[in-house]
């Protein structure tokens, strides 16, 4: 099991769980403070390269911390799955990025720093933040008049190795190497412009400048996890739930979900799409197994009470994309006991009977029921009558709500 | 005579806890390795990264749904933080923002750097810094809401998860500045 982001609200409860993000708004704030983001001509200077320090501890701080979070998840420690990666809006991003740009240069602070300064006393930061007050006010008042321009070109998580399809690793690397060419460059200009002597900084920086890039090429030796390493972790604690069968749920089970609006019900239908063609439930996506890994950040981003079973024509291959899932961190994901075969078995009128004769023996996931023509979902049995049917089953269903918050960022 | 000599030194630790010597700023590489392991400890326990302009708008909109509360359930936008009974201030992020403010005020303290002062370039007035600031802070904020996210969300969070789009907001805010940066340098220089 991947130990940690953890899921604060059940570990601590609301209040410590505050007590917690206080802490952190805290030190925040304390570190730009000491590092001089309250001094708006400071941060301007970045602008006229008269005084690069800003960038310095900005950029510092994006290499160090984008290091620690990606050694921690190649080690198993942290799961990325799991944090907060800000989704793209490409055109709104652009455009607010250059307002924002805009209000920098002219007001001299972004939201962090500005209140960083009215903490400090700094009247030009208070000014900035009444500002900030009447932006958004003016934000909600007209954001309206372009509702569909606020929320377009959605791209969903998309991370820099997804761009460049280059390895996390190397995307790491060259993030460290740019900046560090950046903090060269920095000092060229600083002196240039701003009269500063670069000899007279620490030496220590050059030694901090190669553990970072040795940091950076462990990260990339190492790798991040595959899905064949994260089951290997979870394993030892979900293996049960397979051989105990927890997580296979009754056909009857599954039909009462059908009608339970206390739950999103995902039905992912592993099969071919062949047989999905000739019979599948209601309202099943099809969905085959090398296409799961794309769409894990999609199934993580839905509501707390999505439940999702995963089913093929037997158990096999449903079980396999269970695991796929459940170690890539997707929660609620269970599997149809018995598969399509099982179902139709229950379920078959002779609606369906008309259209496949008998049952045939068949090989390990293959579709008993011979259909001579494609049903897809128009049949009785892929919405069974609720009320014709009172199976009894073990019920297998149970919310699991522990983990990490994924709504959220500064959004 | 006694009395007299306590009561002024209650006094004078207490008028020396605001007029501590002010002392210069840390090292830029230290504050960045410092801020970063910040950055990283918010992720690691929480899944969530740091952010400012989320509390600053939801600060906003319990203003507003002090004064007009029918306004704000009309207005799509606010509905979502502040509709009906919602409290637009029971969230994280606005718990963040409380701490931001705090740490940064008890480092000025103790660093003798919190004082009432107004900071600008050589040539303007303070009046002028003021209603620059003032109207700087209604565009960045502004700006951050359209983005979704500032330059701590967006640049430095996003940037550290390396979020696509989060670096394409970064790209964008430093060329929105540099590309003003002419036509404001009588604010700064």
């Not at chain 1, 950029?59 to 944090?83: E, K, P, Q, R, W």
């Amino acid at each position: 099991m991947i130990p940690f982001p953890l899921h604060l609200e059940s570990l601590l409860g609301k209040p410590l769980m505050y007590l917690v993000f206080l802490l952190i708004g805290f030190l925040f704030g304390y570190v730009l403070e000491i590092s001089g983001f309250n001094h708006s001509p400071s941060l301007a200077a970045q602008f006229y390269f008269k005084s690069l320090r800003v960038f310095k501890v900005f950029f510092t701080a994006i290499v160090v911390g984008m290091l620690l979070l990606f050694a921690s998840s190649a080690i198993g420690l942290l799961d990325y799955n799991l944090i907060w990666v800000n989704p793209t809006y490409l055109w709104p991003g652009i455009v607010g990025g250059l307002i924002m740009g805009a209000g920098f240069i002219i007001g001299g602070f972004c939201p962090g720093t500005s209140l960083v300064a009215l903490a400090t006393l700094k009247i030009d930061g208070i000014f900035f933040v009444l500002g900030g007050l009447v932006g958004v006010f003016l934000f909600g008042e007209t954001v309206d008049f372009f509702k569909y321009f606020f929320n377009g070109s959605y791209f969903g998580r998309v991370t820099l190795m997804d761009v460049f399809n280059l390895p996390t690793g190397i995307i790491v690397i060259l993030v460290t190497l740019m900046a560090l060419l950046m903090f060269v460059g920095g000092e060229q200009l600083e002196k240039i412009y701003g009269g500063k002597d670069p000899k007279k900084a620490p030496k220590a920086r050059y030694y901090g400048a190669v553990v970072l890039v040795l940091v950076a090429v462990v990260i990339a030796i190492i790798g991040q996890p595959t899905t064949d390493d994260r089951w290997a972790r979870l394993a030892p604690l979900r293996e049960s739930d397979l051989t105990n069968r927890e997580v296979y749920i009754d056909p009857g089970e599954l039909l009462d979900t059908f009608h339970d609006h206390k739950l999103n019900l995902i039905m992912l239908d592993v099969r071919n799409e062949a047989d999905y063609n000739l019979f599948h439930l209601l309202d099943a996506e099809n969905i085959l197994p090398l296409d799961i890994p794309g769409s894990i950040d999609e199934f993580i981003a839905q509501p707390a009470n999505t439940v999702f079973v995963v089913m093929s024509n037997d158990e096999k291959h449903a079980t396999e994309v269970w695991k796929m899932l459940t170690s890539q961190a997707v929660p609620n994901v269970y599997i149809l006991s018995g598969g399509i075969n099982n179902w139709l078995d229950t379920f078959a009128t002779p609606y369906e009977q008309g259209f496949c004769g008998d049952v045939k023996p068949a090989e390990e996931e293959e579709l008993h029921y011979e259909f001579d023509a494609a049903l897809g979902s128009n049949c009785p049995a892929a919405y069974p009558d609720h009320d014709k049917y009172d199976l009894e089953y073990e019920k297998k269903i149970e919310l699991d709500l522990k983990r990490a918050p994924v709504g959220g960022g500064c959004g | 005579m006694a009395e007299n000599t306590s009561h002024k030194s209650d006094k004078f630790q207490i008028k020396n806890l605001f007029n501590r010597p002010t002392q210069p700023y840390a090292n830029p590489y230290l504050g960045g390795v410092l801020l970063g392991l910040v950055l990283f400890a918010s992720y690691f326990i929480t899944g969530n990264g740091l952010g400012a302009s989320a509390g600053m708008s939801r600060f906003a909109a319990f203003i507003e749904d002090l004064i007009a509360p029918e306004h704000v359930d009309q207005v799509p936008y606010l509905i979502k933080m502040a509709g009906g009974q919602l409290n637009p201030l029971d969230s994280w992020l606005v718990i963040v923002t409380g701490g931001v403010i705090i740490g940064g005020f008890v480092s000025g303290v103790i660093h003798g750097r919190t004082k009432f002062e107004t900071n600008k370039g050589p040539n303007i007035s303070n009046q002028t810094r003021w209603l620059f600031a003032f109207l700087g802070g209604i565009l960045f904020t502004y700006g951050a809401r359209l983005a979704r996210g500032c330059t701590s969300g967006q640049a430095l969070s996003g940037g550290a998860t390396l979020s696509a789009g989060s670096w394409v907001v970064m790209f964008s805010i430093f060329g929105g500045a540099y590309a003003l940066a002419y036509f404001a340098r009588r604010l700064w220089n």
